[in-house]
């Protein structure tokens, strides 16, 4: 692994159904990231992880949820999924929260839902 | 909330120099990032500004005016595949990036 992956690439989901996007770095960065892109919105955070152990919501966090149990791993999860969810994802990393760094992006998953 | 404002499109010709201007209102500011995207890629990082003033990367330049809330990207002797989106994005004072929706870069030949 080099960098960030997310997987599944796509999905299609019927409405209701749960969804767990994965995403994983192998960096060790202290911070993670989700965000959601939606033609004409820009990028949008969902949920974030300053640390291992700690989550906090962004600006559309309603109907997501995520866990980080380690440093490497940041699952979001779609309880119940509605179309409004569908766009694409993507999960980014940073060394750290409070600092210059930079955050590097994952490929995306993109995520239909009827 | 934040607002960042950057213009939808721009086109310019091959080798010709192309100016994305950002103005932006937020919480608290930890810096401005620009970010390059590709159709269907994910984003990559191009610049950051923290301080007033011109930072310059090669062909790729970001000014950055606090008292204003005012940035701009300068992208010099454009290529064909410079042709992408681009994005820029604040650090508010929780650290916590905020984008704009983006400027679609077009290159023609």
């Known amino acids: 692994i080099a960098g960030i992956t997310q997987a599944p690439t796509s999905q299609i989901l019927a409405a209701g159904r749960r969804m767990t996007l994965r995403c994983t770095q192998d960096m060790r960065h202290n911070a993670m990231y989700w965000y959601r892109q939606d033609l004409g919105l820009g990028l949008r955070l969902i949920h974030y992880s300053n640390t291992a152990g700690t989550t906090g919501k962004g600006e559309v966090p309603d109907g997501y949820s995520v866990s980080r149990a380690n440093t490497d791993d940041f699952p979001l999860t779609l309880a119940s999924a509605v179309p409004s969810q569908t766009s694409v994802y993507f999960c980014a990393s940073s060394e750290r929260a409070d600092s210059y760094n930079e955050q590097f992006f994952g490929p995306g998953t993109r995520l239909t839902v009827l | 909330g934040q607002n960042i404002d950057q213009p939808t499109e721009m086109t310019a010709t091959e080798g010709a120099i192309v100016q994305i201007n950002c103005t932006y209102q937020?919480?608290?500011?930890?810096?401005l990032f620009w970010y390059q995207q590709h159709a269907g890629e994910a984003p990559t990082f191009l610049s950051y500004n923290v301080l007033d003033g011109l930072e310059e990367k090669g062909r790729f330049s970001s000014f950055l005016s606090r008292s204003k809330g005012y940035s701009y990207l300068l992208l010099k002797e454009l290529q064909m595949k410079d042709s992408a989106s681009y994005l820029c994005?604040?650090?508010?004072?929780?650290?916590?990036?905020?984008f704009g929706a983006g400027t679609t870069v077009t290159v023609r030949a």
């Open positions: 994005a604040v650090r508010d004072g929780d650290y916590k990036l905020s």
């Open positions: 937020t919480s608290g500011f930890n810096g």
